[in-house]
């Protein structure tokens, strides 16, 4: 019988993830799906909490580093970076989720990447040190925020839900007000590559005014 390997176990909760999400996932579902002992997979992830982290190091692969980026000016080079890191999560199904559940902890080598090129730009950009770790922050969760949104849209769908069914019912006066109509129509028509991209545009332009 062939040894399980550390990849192999990694590689299944990819498989199992995009079949069933994130809250499906367990060690037990995964060990089924491998064909092996629950205890099999304690051999290369003790917990659960460290297999997620693997998996969202593994999403954020190739994602930033050295020529990752381009060759453009830094707000450039953001945007690209930026657009990079959702097209990994959009990859995997839940993988904003799978990534948002590290954002917070140490993270692995990958993700801890992603936010070194950002920051590395912001200082050759002219921010202090400590003010583009900030700005890493706020750019890295946007990414992780709106591409939930939007993962969380598409699971709806394939459910067959009704679009409208995912927001709140509006209230008499909501829908006595146009700005909040208007608001639910974008919400559940706008196309998710522009609205990306057209936020993430004002909030560079909005960092370019804070240039020291």
Same mark, same amino acid.
């Given at each position: 019988?062939?040894? &399980? ?5 990694? *590689?299944?909760? &990819? ?6 999400? %994130?809250?499906?996932?367990?060690? #037990?579902?995964?060990? +089924?799906?491998? @064909? ?6 304690? /051999? ?5 909490? +460290? ?6 190091? #593994? ?14 000016? /830094?707000?450039?080079?953001? =945007? ?5 890191l959702r097209r990994a999560l959009l990859a995997h199904r839940d993988g904003a989720r799978v990534v948002t559940e =590290? ?9 801890? %990447?992603?936010?070194?090129? *950002?920051?590395?730009? %912001?200082?050759? +950009? ?7 770790? /900030?700005?890493?922050?706020? $750019?890295? @969760?946007?990414? $992780? ?17 009704? #679009? ?7 209230s008499d006066e909501d829908d006595k007000n146009e700005a909040y109509r208007r608001l639910r129509a974008s919400a ?11 936020? %993430? *545009?004002?909030? &560079? ?5 804070? &240039?020291?």
């Amino acid at each position: 019988m062939t040894q &399980l390997r550390q990849e192999d176990v990694l *590689s299944g909760a &990819l498989d199992l993830l995009d079949a069933e999400g %994130l809250d499906a996932l367990t060690m #037990r579902r995964l060990a +089924a799906s491998l @064909h092996v002992q629950a205890g099999a997979l304690y /051999w290369h992830f003790d917990c659960k909490r +460290a297999l997620v982290d693997a998996m969202a190091d #593994r999403l954020a692969a190739d994602v930033g580093g050295p020529g990752t980026t381009g060759d453009g000016t /830094w707000d450039e080079q953001l =945007t690209e970076l930026a657009m990079r890191l959702r097209r990994a999560l959009l990859a995997h199904r839940d993988g904003a989720r799978v990534v948002t559940e =590290t954002a917070c902890a140490a993270g692995g080598a990958n993700t801890l %990447l992603v936010g070194r090129t *950002s920051t590395e730009l %912001l200082i050759a +950009a002219g921010f202090p040190p400590e003010q583009a770790t /900030w700005l890493t922050f706020a $750019l890295i @969760h946007y990414v $992780l925020g709106q591409t939930m949104g939007e993962q969380a849209r598409a699971e709806f769908v394939a459910r067959g839900e009704p #679009r409208a069914a995912q927001t709140a019912a509006p209230s008499d006066e909501d829908d006595k007000n146009e700005a909040y109509r208007r608001l639910r129509a974008s919400a559940q028509s706008a196309d998710p590559d522009e609205q990306f991209a057209y936020a %993430l *545009s004002v909030f &560079l332009d909005g960092i370019k005014h804070r &240039l020291p």
